[in-house]
């Protein structure tokens, strides 16, 4: 298995420019989420799914959205890229519906920067 | 709505002293707990969680956690540090009762010196 996979790694824009962020994943979880990392803040979540069809808002959801046409996959959208979105973006999935309880599986990241 | 605070954003300790990174939570229902830790330029891996079951909690390489109710902590500890340790520590809270999100402290950056 590869786990949770994110592409691309790194990612360099202008304000204003739109792009996704892919994530992946290949153990059949219901839940998956998007977190951004910033220094002394934690991860915040973005957006969250509990299942294909399902989506949610997290605690800063602004300026991002996602959908979940399948299982495996959960792409994050940038429709307008701002600088304060500059950050690492982290994609996660645990299994099952009730899934805050298990554990979560996080991709490598994506470091984006946006000038 | 639940929350967490990790008391203390910076700890540094000797090698092979013990290891104590604080955390506090709050939640209306019966939480569960987890910790996570980040080394540098890493993703972030499971260390230990707290689903309801024994409340002192074993995890990987030689941490432990004990959830007390009464004073709503799940504090991390572990007898002797070793220099591998220095990472970013997240303490997590989530309820499955209340909703399915999953809140993350804000980290406790954990240095060891030699």
């Known amino acids: 298995n590869a786990g949770v996979t994110q592409t691309p790694k790194f990612q360099v824009l202008k304000t204003g420019q739109s792009m996704t962020l892919q994530c992946a994943q290949d153990m059949n979880h219901e839940y998956m989420s998007w977190y951004r990392q910033d220094p002394g803040m934690g991860l915040r979540l973005i957006h969250y799914?509990?299942?294909?069809?399902?989506?949610d808002q997290g605690e800063v959801p602004n300026g991002y959205n996602v959908s979940r046409s399948t299982t495996e996959d959960f792409p994050l959208r940038l429709l307008s890229a701002a600088p304060s979105q500059t950050s690492v973006y982290f994609c996660?999935?645990?299994?099952?519906?009730?899934?805050?309880?298990?554990?979560?599986?996080f991709g490598p990241g994506t470091r984006l920067t946006v000038l | 709505a639940q929350s967490v605070t990790q008391l203390d954003s910076h700890v540094s300790v000797s090698e092979g002293t013990p290891v104590l990174l604080r955390c506090n939570y709050s939640s209306s229902y019966s939480p569960s707990l987890f910790w996570y830790v980040q080394h540098p330029n890493k993703g972030l891996q499971l260390l230990l969680k707290?689903?309801?079951?024994?409340?002192l909690v074993k995890g990987i390489n030689g941490f432990e956690a004990e959830f007390k109710k009464s004073e709503t902590s799940f504090h991390l500890t572990k007898p002797s540090a070793h220099m591998s340790d220095a990472a970013e520590y997240f303490c997590?809270?989530?309820?499955?009762?209340?909703?399915?999100?999953?809140?993350f402290g804000k980290g406790t950056r954990l240095h060891i010196l030699p």
């Open positions: 799914s509990v299942g294909a069809g399902i989506t």
């Open positions: 707290y689903t309801s079951a024994a409340t």
């Open positions: 997590v809270v989530s309820d499955i009762n209340r909703d399915d999100k999953i809140i």
């Open positions: 996660a999935s645990s299994y099952g519906q009730g899934a805050s309880a298990d554990t979560q599986y």
